[in-house]
Nanobody, 116 residues
Framework: QVQLVESGGGLVQPGGSLRLSCVASGSIFNAMGWYRQPPGKERELVASINSGGTTNYVDSVKGRFTISRDNAKNTVTVYLQMNSLKPEDTAVYYC??????????WGQGTQGTVSS
């Protein structure tokens, strides 16, 4: 059974930092990513990382966010370090994992709020 368990959201002031974590288990995963859905908007891809460590970022977070992954024997943990946060970064953040079979899995979502 595939599970994605997220943690690390919260409330932070503008300019602050948050670190999100997602532990994925139950399959062999290739690409991992973080998506976000701001209030009243559609979900968008924020950052992704494949099994080889190649990363991609949406332009609005380049230079501020860093995605990384830690491959263990039976799990994969993906992190999103978010620095210099802005109010427009406020969103529900979702972890996404793609198995080698091409199946997509989602975490439950974690709220990140940037406000003074």
């Amino acid at each position: 059974q595939v599970q994605l368990v997220e943690s690390g959201g919260g409330l932070v002031q503008p300019g602050g930092s948050l670190r999100l974590s997602c532990v994925a288990s139950g399959s062999i995963f290739n690409a991992m990513g973080w998506y976000r859905q701001p209030p009243g908007k559609e979900r968008e891809l924020v950052a992704s990382i494949n099994s080889g460590g190649t990363t991609n970022y949406v332009d609005s977070v380049k230079g501020r966010f860093t995605i990384s992954r830690d491959n263990a024997k039976n799990t994969v943990t993906v992190y999103l370090q978010m620095n210099s946060l802005k109010p427009e970064d406020t969103a529900v953040y979702y972890c996404n994992a793609t198995s080698w079979y091409g199946t997509h899995y989602w975490g439950q979502g974690t709220q990140g709020t940037v406000s003074s």
